[in-house]
């Protein structure tokens, strides 16, 4: 019974090392993605460019942290002296049991000063 124990508590430490090695990378990359997302608004808010390069920057940027972007999940809006700025995507997630699609949104609002 001892010895079944601590298998079973070998393999529920597996589990959980593997689980986070799988669903902590997405989390950061989309902490690394809201603050290049508020840089993009930050330099756009004081720029000419037009919506479409705003959508441009921000799906290379997307791309190149491995995040794949369409312009539709990509929404630019001005109010007043605001730029504000929404991106939805979703990460797919392959685990050994049950995969996990994990959804995203992240949002930066920059105001000229």
Do not use: C, W
């Amino acid at each position: 019974m001892g010895k079944l124990k601590g298998f079973l508590a070998l393999l529920l430490l597996f589990a959980v090392i593997y689980a986070g090695f799988k669903l902590i990378p997405p989390y950061v990359n989309n902490y690394s993605f809201q603050d290049e997302l508020d840089d993009i608004a930050r330099r756009a808010s004081y720029s000419s460019n037009g919506d479409d390069d705003v959508r441009a920057k921000v799906i290379r940027k997307a791309a190149s942290m491995d995040i794949p972007l369409k312009e539709d999940q990509i929404t630019v809006t001005h109010m007043g002296d605001s730029l504000g700025i929404t991106v939805q995507y979703r990460v797919h997630v392959d685990m050994l049991i049950h995969p996990v699609d994990m959804d995203f949104t992240v949002n930066s609002l920059n105001k000229r000063i």
